[in-house]
């Protein structure tokens, strides 16, 4: 199933680095998503898009910093990150925003090093 | 308190055995309950929704209970492809509350 697409899968960066996590869904869903899923914990809401504009923003902190050119992509810039931000970065999207069932990308397997 | 609670198990099933587990959630206002799977290093997968009136699938069959604030995942006949965490989903504020997962693990 190729409904929303990441890449790349696997990231390893240093904490100097600048790189972009790309997402594109093939949906015609209007809502899209960050989380990240860290080992042991739920997932983290990070940005919700809805048609383009961003809709919330859970406290995130600014070395990640969204970008929704248009309904159907969706990227992440990294910079300045720090060990804690090894995670596993989903994409999401959904018809609407807020309560319907979201579909998910494969993810980025982040390490920082 | 948690939003969304799961017992993270692992759940070790005999092959062609029932499990089941629950999730709590703390919101009495949460509208929509989910399931989804979500394999080992892969992405989450809608498994089923969760209706007041409980739902069945095959061999998965959810139930909600309002009054305890609880949904549950029953799982019959268990196949090896089953292994997996199933993530229970609520409404929360108009978004999406994810728990961290029951793991299950079905034995040959």
């Known amino acids: 199933e190729t409904g929303v697409t990441q890449t790349p899968r696997h990231l390893v960066m240093g904490m100097t680095n600048k790189k972009s996590l790309k997402c594109e869904q093939h949906?015609?869903?209007?809502?899209m998503y960050w989380y990240k899923q860290s080992a042991k914990k739920p997932l983290e809401l990070m940005f919700v898009?809805?048609?383009?504009?961003?809709?919330e923003n859970n406290s995130v902190p600014s070395r990640f910093s969204p970008e929704c050119p248009n309904s159907s992509h969706l990227f992440l810039h990294l910079h300045t990150l720090q060990p804690e931000d090894s995670a596993l970065y989903l994409c999401?999207?959904?018809?609407?925003?807020?309560?319907?069932?979201?579909?998910f990308g494969d993810g980025t397997r982040l390490s920082i090093l | 308190r948690k939003e969304v609670e799961q017992d993270p198990g692992p759940f070790n099933v005999p092959e062609g055995a029932t499990v089941a587990f629950n999730c709590t959630y703390s919101?009495?206002?949460?509208?929509?309950f989910f399931w989804y799977r979500q394999d080992c290093r892969k992405e989450p997968k809608l498994l089923m929704s969760?209706?007041?009136s409980g739902n069945e699938d095959g061999r998965f069959t959810a139930q909600l209970n309002r009054a305890s604030q609880y949904i549950s995942l029953l799982i019959r006949d268990s196949k090896l492809s089953d292994s997996a965490t199933y993530l229970c989903?609520?409404?929360?504020?108009?978004?999406?509350?994810f728990g961290k997962g029951n793991q299950v693990v079905v034995i040959p």
């Open positions: 989903v609520v409404t929360e504020n108009n978004r999406l509350a």
């Open positions: 999401a999207s959904s018809q609407e925003p807020g309560i319907q069932p979201q579909h």
């Open positions: 919101n009495s206002a949460s509208q929509s």
């Open positions: 949906l015609g869903h209007n809502a």
């Open positions: 969760v209706y007041s």
């Open positions: 898009y809805s048609l383009e504009e961003r809709v």
